[in-house]
DNA sequence: AAAATCATATCATATGACAATATGAGTGTC
DNA sequence: GACACTCATATTGTCATATGATATGATTTT
């Protein structure tokens, strides 16, 4: 299976090739700004020593960057950082590396916007199209959300299972395609609170997911529009709360 | 500006590096599964020789491939296709590559889907975020739309414009992300059936996008959503026609 | 002052070598 | 015969160096 952030952040592992380390370390400065958008960066030999590499790693990893279209490489000129609404969002490293900076409010409300665009559209396309077997797995991720021996990490990456599991339902690449950004939220909503913390929180938290699977299995798209919608509410409503440093009271 | 594929297409111009030449003709492979998913890639050295590079463009054309998602790299293995849907269909020259071969009726219904959950949520946040300039700037794009001089060209840009403002004016970065797939879906639609072909459909175009900006100026977000629904409703079913040769029975 | 020219800095490409890595065959042991 | 270990091997990963292509800005010419 694929290793996203969540699992590398709770393994904390991290023996990867040179190449992948400087790809996150230019990444990771060039989201927070230590190299502004629109100014050049370095050249390629003071990059290369400044990483401790060779030039041709070092152009490997801009190209890896400029796929990403964070930056865009001119002969005489430079290798410039592109303006910020030209990367593409979507792309997991990038989203990654969002959350690397400490845990921005704002871009975590831009998140949850996208998905209650996103989702609750998922949910009703799978409504249509889930097979079977789609459904019963569905209903077992589901129900093992609500396994009260979850630690933070483990229900996270039930989680993410689940709504990975929606969207492949959808029957939709598209939607598959946005695992990632449903991923950089659930670690982001992770980091902050965790409705493992009571055992309440837990069984919320499945209950709410099996009545998505539920109104999928009863072939009902706008029932599962809505379901879906609760869901995604109380995740925003978690990061609000947590970010306001008010204890929590009620959830949405 | 950026040249998108829009650009691209109609200028016919392809004056580009080595590069970026090797980049296009193998992500095309890929995509059109003439390298199927899951396939070990030629070596470096036999790649090489074939585009007629060196084996330093040709390995950074595979990191560029490798950041979007399509080929995974692996010391004494080879380079495997992976599978699709760890591919990011949202970057643009993936979507590019899509519509290289032929036109894939699925794959614009995807496309539709994902603009019908994405396009109408940017609308209605449009309606809360958008400044007076901002407004009126979608309003002369709206209006430019009705000019009856439009080539089938300048009205897909015109189309795109518009649609990239509203993203803009969403005031959420990820709107704007979603760009690159509204200009695929333009592109996708243009090659199959303009609206610039009669009168009437160029009128009916810019009347359905005005009353968007109308909605988004009243600040009425359940209204700008719903005006957004039409418009992409209406390139949608051209699309069926088009396809079909089948006249629209009922839009979901 | 304007236009053409040229030196220069930077990315783009090429070449050849060596290192790291994971497979699968081969070897040895029980 | 089954299992564990070793090792040759093929492929990607990294390195060092050299040359070409290109756009800038200073210089020269008109």
């Known amino acids: 299976m694929k290793k996203g952030p969540l699992e590398t952040l709770i393994t904390g592992v991290d023996t990867r090739t040179s190449h992948s380390q400087v790809v996150d370390v230019l990444g990771r400065a060039i989201i927070s700004g230590e190299f502004p958008v629109g100014t050049i960066l370095p050249g390629d030999q003071d990059l290369a020593m400044r990483f401790k590499v060779s030039r041709t790693v070092l152009r490997e990893a ?3 960057l400029a796929a990403k279209g964070l930056i865009v490489p001119r002969a005489r ?4 950082v592109t303006a910020r609404n030209q990367w593409n969002l979507f792309d997991s490293d990038i989203l990654t590396w969002h959350f690397h900076n400490g845990i921005d409010e704002d871009f975590l409300t831009h998140i949850s916007e996208v998905r209650m665009a996103f989702e609750p559209h ?3 396309l799978a409504a249509i199209h889930a097979t079977d077997a ?4 569905m209903m077992r991720l589901a129900v093992a959300m609500g396994d ?4 933070p990490e483990s229900l996270a990456v039930a989680d993410l299972r689940f709504h990975l599991a929606v969207a492949e339902a959808s029957a939709n690449p598209f939607m598959r395609s946005v695992g990632s950004l449903i991923e950089a939220a659930l670690v982001g909503i992770f980091k902050l609170s965790s409705p493992a913390a009571d055992r309440e929180g837990i069984e919320d938290v499945s209950r709410n997911h099996i009545r998505i699977v539920e109104q999928i ?3 009902d798209e706008a029932g599962a529009r809505a379901a879906m919608e609760v869901v995604i509410r109380v995740g925003r409503a978690r990061v609000r709360v947590a970010m306001d440093d008010v204890p929590e009271t009620a959830a949405g």
């Open 148 to 151: 009260p021996a979850h630690t």
């Open 217 to 219: 299995s009863r072939r």
């Open 134 to 137: 789609e459904i019963s797995h």
């Open 62 to 64: 801009m190209k890896t």
């Open 77 to 80: 000129i430079g290798t410039r």
């Open 122 to 124: 998922a949910a009703a």
